[in-house]
């Protein structure tokens, strides 16, 4: 490697390739460059930046901006220079090739191809190539790019014939030949030793510390270089001769990644500029018309200016201030395809009053992500009749507006991400022909009654609802059959036992009174559950058209309403019937209890305390949760990572709250266990008949207690691993309310009843005892007096 060579390796605008060759930075992931085969794992790494590169229209092939609208099309399709517009000739000083090129004039028949396409040399009397001249050997030969061909003999010093003949530095000797030729002559496709040796074995040449040109194996020294000759096939060694980095940017040829604002009208052939968060304005690169790819996010942008850009392809002004986006603001960009305008407070991005739309027919994706609007209204899209790909992710979007317009019908792919999108016209994508894929989060989108014919299924992505479907509010037959199965027996059952309390019974202390209250608010969860039931019944097979209209009903309200009060009285409740059982076990023979009247005080405050806490979400400060219109059931629970309004009420009341009391309940049931034991060993000699009775009475509950807790310990158990970050299907959030939640109501009239039948059956025992016992006394008696009597 000579000095020369060194230079150009040493320099930042080139990099050095695994073989050892060199290469602008700009074509170091240029797939047509030598290097890329062996620097792919680092392009391919997610970093940035990176040589940028445009793609192709046909998403096969990519070109690095720096050749993009250079007059050589590097797509296969063109794409990289059917859109360009460049400045006109001026005809006295340039030539216009035929391909727009413009060269200067005495370029024209310089015996160089200075128009990528000839056009330049076309007329101009062909010379003789270096192959067809008589020199006499031993010489160097040199070429000045113009024809023109230089031939020094070697000095006295070299020799020739069968002695050493050492060519000079950049040069190389054709085999048995007296020639030394410049390195580039070296597999460029012209013949130049006689026996034609420089064309041999290009293949697997290689010229480590030299230039190596670009979709070729011509390699040159430093002094080929920006020397004003054209040596490279596509002429890229004249390319970034007078230009210079800026401070503060990374640059890849006429590609700036830019932290910083500097005087871009330096840069005319500027065809990339990342300039994020630098706090340029648009109004800065208004003179760059050869810009390609404009990023101006987070700039600080207040205004969009009139800028005209004609070769503009892709624009980002993502997360500025702009809230005004007009068609006619974007008429002086003809040929943008990719719009970002994501992250902007934009009030409106319709055309002005009074002022026709302006059809940008070359826009092909528009991103309005995280623009914050409860509403869309497709008319948005008029002066975008070629658009195929929408975004509006996270833009909050709850109404689908078409004002009578339908959606381009060239639509391809639309994100709705983030977008709750309650209303919208039933055939808002029934004339998409061409859609081919949908994102988002309502699954309503995604039923075939809203797809357009021919739509695959499988490319409408979107969470499926855990507990409806398109048709019904319970997507499944088995949920339909255990709510309908669990709502008889908590309807029944209840109503049945508090009759029998009430009619049939006296409520002598609180723990009858708590009894009655807990049947009382287990119903509750029996109305829920057939509430629930008679919707689903009702529109069965049309759910879809009347989802919002059932869970923003105010049967759905007082559904979930119901099922609150219901779960928290019963906590309550049972936390209360635990404490009293505990104060008579642990206080025998005292009157520390629950009479009948402190027991109907307490029952009044469970219920204060149940209907404020299920009422709160009903409150005007909190109407905005939607609480009871989340899903089709009408309850949140809280035990999958998906959030919705009021997710931290539900969380606190739900899993913490009932968490706190069911382990309070765990530690009375563990000391009445204790207690129980306590007393039977220790006041056998006192235990009296009622103490006797309590103690059986607070054991049996002790299975009461226990399934309750069971039944909520799965729910604040979800519900924590959620909050940790743990995935948790949806299908879990209905499986509890059906089969979890309502299961307490549904079973403990009967653990009562059972309960109250065990009791009874011991009267009765004990009642056959005593009568048995008391007929074997009398006749014991009588036969006693029979023998007194004969004595």
Same mark, same amino acid.
């Given at each position: 490697?000579?000095? =020369?060579?060194?230079?150009?390796?040493?320099?930042?605008? #080139?990099?050095?390739?695994?073989?050892?060759?060199?290469?602008? =930075?700009?074509?170091?992931? &240029?797939?047509?460059?030598?290097?890329?085969?062996?620097?792919?794992?680092? +392009?391919?790494?997610?970093?940035?930046?990176?040589?940028?590169?445009?793609?192709?229209?046909?998403?096969?092939?990519?070109?690095?901006?720096?050749?993009?609208?250079?007059?050589?099309?590097?797509?296969?399709?063109?794409?990289?220079?059917?859109? +360009?517009?460049?400045?006109?000739?001026?005809?006295?000083?340039?030539?216009?090739?035929?391909?727009?090129?413009?060269?200067?004039?005495?370029?024209?028949?310089?015996?160089?191809?200075? +128009?990528? /396409?000839?056009? &330049?040399?076309?007329?101009?009397?062909?010379?003789?190539?270096?192959?067809?001249?008589?020199?006499?050997?031993?010489?160097?030969?040199?070429?000045?790019?113009? !024809?023109?061909?230089?031939?020094?003999?070697?000095?006295?010093?070299?020799?020739?014939?069968?002695?050493?003949?050492?060519?000079?530095?950049?040069?190389?000797?054709?085999?048995?030949?007296?020639?030394?030729?410049?390195?580039?002559?070296?597999?460029?496709?012209?013949?130049?030793?006689?026996?034609?040796? &420089?064309?041999?074995?290009?293949?697997?040449?290689?010229?480590?510390?030299?230039?190596?040109?670009?979709?070729?194996?011509?390699?040159?020294?430093?002094?080929?270089?920006? /020397?004003?000759?054209?040596?490279?096939?596509?002429?890229?060694?004249?390319?970034?001769?007078?230009?210079?980095? $800026?401070?503060?940017?990374?640059?890849?040829?006429?590609?700036?990644?830019?932290?910083?604002?500097?005087?871009?009208?330096?840069?005319?052939?500027?065809?990339?500029?990342?300039?994020?968060?630098?706090?340029?304005?648009?109004?800065?690169?208004?003179?760059?018309?050869?810009?390609?790819?404009?990023?101006?996010?987070? +700039?600080?942008?207040?205004?969009?200016?009139?800028?005209?850009?004609?070769?503009?392809?892709?624009?980002?002004?993502?997360?500025?201030?702009?809230?005004?986006?007009?068609?006619?603001?974007?008429?002086?960009?003809?040929?943008?395809?990719?719009?970002?305008?994501?992250?902007?407070?934009?009030?409106?991005?319709?055309?002005?009053?009074?002022?026709? $739309?302006?059809?940008?027919?070359?826009?092909?994706?528009?991103?309005?992500?995280?623009?914050?609007?409860?509403?869309?209204?497709?008319?948005?899209?008029?002066?975008?009749?070629?658009?195929? @790909?929408?975004?509006?992710?996270?833009?909050?979007?709850?109404?689908?507006?078409?004002?009578?317009?339908?959606?381009?019908?060239?639509?391809?792919?639309?994100?709705?991400?983030?977008?709750?999108?309650?209303?919208? $016209?039933?055939?808002?994508?029934?004339?998409?022909?061409?859609?081919?894929?949908?994102?988002?989060?309502?699954?309503?989108?995604?039923?075939?009654?809203?797809?357009?014919?021919?739509?695959?299924?499988?490319?409408? @992505?979107?969470?499926?609802?855990?507990?409806?479907?398109?048709?019904?509010?319970?997507?499944?037959?088995?949920?339909?059959?255990?709510?309908? #199965?669990?709502?008889?027996?908590?309807?029944?059952?209840?109503?049945?036992?508090?009759?029998?309390?009430?009619?049939?019974?006296?409520?002598?202390?609180?723990?009858?009174?708590?009894?009655?209250?807990?049947?009382?608010? &287990?119903?509750?969860?029996?109305?829920?559950?057939?509430?629930?039931?008679?919707?689903? !019944?009702?529109?069965?097979?049309?759910?879809?058209?009347?989802?919002?209209?059932?869970?923003?009903?105010?049967?759905?309200?007082?559904?979930?309403?119901?099922?609150?009060?219901?779960?928290?009285?019963?906590?309550?409740?049972?936390?209360?019937?635990?404490?009293?059982?505990?104060?008579?076990?642990?206080?025998?023979?005292?009157?520390?209890?629950?009479?009948?009247?402190?027991?109907?005080?307490?029952?009044?405050?469970?219920?204060?305390?149940?209907?404020?806490?299920?009422?709160?979400?009903?409150?005007?400060?909190?109407?905005?949760?939607?609480?009871?219109?989340?899903?089709?059931?009408?309850?949140?629970?809280?035990?999958?990572?998906?959030?919705?309004?009021?997710?931290?009420?539900?969380?606190?009341?739900?899993?913490?709250?009932? #968490?706190?009391?069911?382990?309070?309940?765990?530690?009375?049931?563990?000391?009445?266990?204790?207690?129980?034991?306590?007393?039977?060993?220790?006041?056998?000699?006192?235990?009296?008949?009622?103490?006797?009775?309590?103690?059986?009475?607070?054991?049996?509950?002790?299975?009461?207690?226990?399934?309750?807790?069971?039944?909520?310990?799965? @729910?604040?158990?979800?519900?924590?691993?959620?909050?940790?970050?743990?995935?948790?299907?949806?299908?879990?959030?209905?499986?509890?309310?059906?089969?979890?939640?309502?299961?307490?109501?549904?079973?403990?009239?009967?653990?009562?009843?059972?309960?109250?039948?065990?009791?009874?059956?011991?009267?009765?025992?004990?009642?056959?005892?005593?009568?048995?016992?008391?007929?074997?006394?009398?006749?014991?008696?009588?036969?006693?007096?029979?023998?007194?009597?004969?004595?």
């Amino acid at each position: 490697m000579d000095a =020369s060579s060194q230079s150009v390796q040493n320099s930042t605008n #080139f990099v050095v390739c695994p073989l050892g060759h060199v290469t602008h =930075s700009f074509l170091s992931c &240029d797939p047509l460059t030598a290097c890329w085969a062996q620097l792919y794992s680092s +392009c391919s790494l997610d970093k940035t930046p990176l040589p940028p590169s445009f793609m192709c229209t046909n998403s096969l092939e990519s070109v690095p901006y720096s050749l993009v609208c250079d007059f050589r099309p590097d797509c296969s399709d063109n794409s990289d220079e059917q859109f +360009c517009v460049h400045v006109p000739c001026d005809r006295e000083r340039h030539f216009e090739c035929r391909n727009g090129q413009c060269v200067k004039r005495q370029a024209v028949c310089n015996d160089a191809n200075d +128009c990528l /396409d000839g056009s &330049d040399e076309n007329r101009c009397t062909v010379q003789q190539n270096f192959s067809g001249r008589q020199i006499v050997w031993p010489v160097v030969v040199k070429f000045n790019g113009y !024809g023109q061909v230089e031939m020094i003999p070697l000095n006295s010093t070299h020799t020739f014939n069968n002695q050493s003949l050492e060519c000079p530095a950049a040069h190389f000797q054709c085999p048995g030949s007296g020639y030394c030729l410049p390195v580039f002559t070296r597999c460029n496709g012209v013949y130049d030793c006689q026996g034609r040796e &420089d064309e041999a074995g290009c293949d697997h040449y290689t010229c480590p510390g030299f230039y190596r040109c670009r979709r070729s194996a011509v390699c040159l020294t430093r002094a080929e270089i920006c /020397d004003g000759v054209f040596h490279c096939p596509q002429h890229d060694d004249e390319l970034l001769c007078d230009i210079s980095c $800026p401070s503060g940017c990374v640059c890849y040829g006429h590609a700036f990644f830019c932290e910083v604002i500097f005087q871009v009208e330096q840069f005319p052939d500027l065809r990339f500029l990342d300039a994020s968060g630098s706090g340029m304005q648009a109004a800065d690169v208004n003179n760059n018309t050869m810009l390609i790819y404009l990023n101006l996010d987070s +700039c600080g942008l207040r205004d969009l200016s009139n800028v005209s850009l004609h070769n503009l392809h892709t624009l980002h002004l993502s997360d500025n201030y702009l809230n005004e986006i007009t068609s006619q603001h974007l008429s002086y960009l003809s040929n943008l395809q990719h719009l970002s305008l994501a992250g902007n407070p934009l009030a409106s991005i319709f055309p002005k009053q009074g002022a026709p $739309p302006v059809l940008i027919t070359s826009l092909h994706t528009l991103d309005l992500s995280r623009v914050k609007m409860s509403q869309f209204h497709m008319s948005i899209l008029i002066p975008f009749p070629s658009i195929r @790909i929408l975004n509006l992710s996270d833009c909050e979007v709850d109404t689908l507006s078409t004002d009578d317009f339908k959606t381009p019908a060239s639509l391809h792919v639309m994100d709705v991400r983030g977008c709750p999108l309650t209303y919208f $016209p039933r055939d808002v994508l029934q004339d998409l022909e061409e859609l081919q894929k949908i994102m988002a989060d309502n699954y309503k989108l995604c039923c075939p009654q809203m797809l357009p014919p021919g739509f695959n299924l499988a490319s409408c @992505i979107a969470p499926s609802d855990e507990v409806s479907s398109c048709d019904n509010l319970l997507r499944s037959n088995i949920y339909r059959v255990f709510l309908a #199965f669990f709502a008889a027996l908590a309807l029944l059952g209840n109503l049945t036992a508090f009759i029998a309390r009430v009619l049939f019974s006296k409520m002598k202390n609180g723990f009858e009174v708590f009894t009655v209250t807990l049947c009382v608010s &287990d119903f509750l969860m029996g109305v829920y559950l057939a509430i629930i039931g008679v919707a689903d !019944g009702h529109y069965l097979g049309s759910y879809l058209w009347n989802d919002v209209s059932w869970r923003r009903s105010v049967a759905c309200k007082v559904a979930g309403f119901l099922s609150m009060t219901s779960s928290e009285v019963s906590a309550l409740v049972v936390c209360l019937i635990t404490l009293d059982r505990l104060l008579v076990l642990r206080f025998p023979f005292s009157r520390v209890r629950f009479s009948k009247k402190s027991g109907t005080l307490a029952s009044g405050l469970v219920w204060v305390v149940g209907v404020v806490l299920a009422l709160i979400p009903l409150l005007p400060p909190t109407t905005h949760w939607g609480f009871y219109s989340f899903n089709g059931i009408c309850i949140p629970l809280p035990i999958t990572r998906k959030e919705f309004p009021g997710h931290d009420y539900s969380f606190s009341l739900l899993i913490v709250f009932n #968490f706190v009391l069911f382990m309070l309940i765990a530690v009375g049931q563990l000391l009445i266990y204790l207690s129980v034991q306590k007393n039977s060993l220790q006041h056998a000699d006192r235990v009296t008949k009622r103490s006797s009775k309590d103690q059986r009475l607070a054991q049996r509950l002790i299975i009461i207690a226990i399934s309750d807790f069971l039944c909520w310990f799965p @729910i604040g158990l979800l519900g924590i691993l959620s909050s940790t970050g743990v995935s948790i299907s949806g299908e879990v959030n209905v499986a509890m309310a059906i089969f979890v939640l309502p299961l307490n109501s549904a079973i403990n009239p009967f653990l009562y009843t059972v309960n109250k039948l065990l009791e009874k059956k011991r009267l009765e025992k004990e009642k056959r005892l005593m009568e048995l016992l008391t007929a074997q006394l009398k006749q014991r008696a009588a036969a006693n007096e029979q023998i007194h009597h004969a004595n």
